[in-house]
């Protein structure tokens, strides 16, 4: 497994028809974009190449992230943006016994439009539900909303009911830029399963869906909308990223200014087929 150190990205240009990109850290940051990104992203017009965002962001509709990422200097279809909710919309609407189902979305009011339109009932933590979605985590006071939502949820259990838990975006962080990071809403999904098996020792597994990088469904959703062509994953992160994208047999590009720095060689798994500094 060698690395190959790019200095442009228009070095691979011609190996590949399709261009996968994760948003923060690759393209855009708290308050901008990166340096280079929309020049980067007009070459790739330029030669009639495709690309896609694929963002584990569960927070926003695609029309509201075209516009979020306009108001950066990047223009992005909201066509070209497959979301960890896009997937979210889509895992409900393929199955049935979801649909017409109430649904606790912990996310924004997009989150829960996701919801929607994949044909569940979003409804608040303190009523009867059918399942809860872990979607975004920024919007929500968790103090509040924590400890009702666990106790409905174990009371369900105790009555032998095992509801769905749908973890739409897993991702723990996000940088907040000058080394600070927030806690994303995959820390408190993993904070509500470490507490629900304190409380039952004994269950074996709680029914968790996993939708967002590094789970295959997001990469599999992106991939349908362009079948057959060879496709390249660039993002900023070995944990989700890259190993998401190299356990779906992409080729992949790490950029080294986010999260994860140059990789270590020893972890076969998460190694890119390329890194790059920034565009």
Known sequence: GQMRKLNSLEEVHNDYDLFLFDAYGV????????????????????????????????????ETASMSYGSRGLEIEPSRIIS?????????????????????VIGTDDSREYARRGGAIPVRYD??????????????NFNVLFEPLFNRY????????????????????????????GWAIGAYAKMFNDILKTRF??????????????????????????????????????ETDIAGANAMSLD????????????????????PTYTMHSW
Request: one cysteine or more; proline letters at 6%.
């Open 127 to 140: 009523q009867d539900f059918d399942g809860i979605v872990f979607a975004d985590g920024a919007d929500e």
């Open 27 to 62: 393209l855009v940051v708290t308050n901008g974009s990166l340096p280079g990104a929309a020049e980067m992203l007009q070459s790739l017009r330029d030669k009639s190449k495709e690309f896609l965002v694929v963002t584990n962001d569960a927070s926003k509709l695609q």
């Open 154 to 181: 174990q009371k369900y259990v105790c009555e032998g009911v095992l509801l769905p838990l749908i973890m739409a975006n897993p991702d723990m962080l996000y940088p907040r830029g000058g080394n600070e990071f």
């Open 201 to 238: 020792p004994h269950h074996e597994e709680f029914p968790w869906v996993y939708l967002g990088k590094p789970y295959n469904p997001i990469y599999e959703l992106a991939l349908s909308k362009f079948p057959g062509k060879k496709a390249l994953f660039i993002g900023d992160t070995l």
């Open 84 to 104: 960890s909710g896009l997937v979210l919309e889509q895992y409900i609407r393929s199955n049935k016994e979801l649909h017409r189902k109430r649904l606790v």
């Open 252 to 271: 992949t590009l790490l950029i080294t200014t986010g999260v994860s720095g140059i990789p270590d060689a020893t972890k076969s798994n998460l190694l």
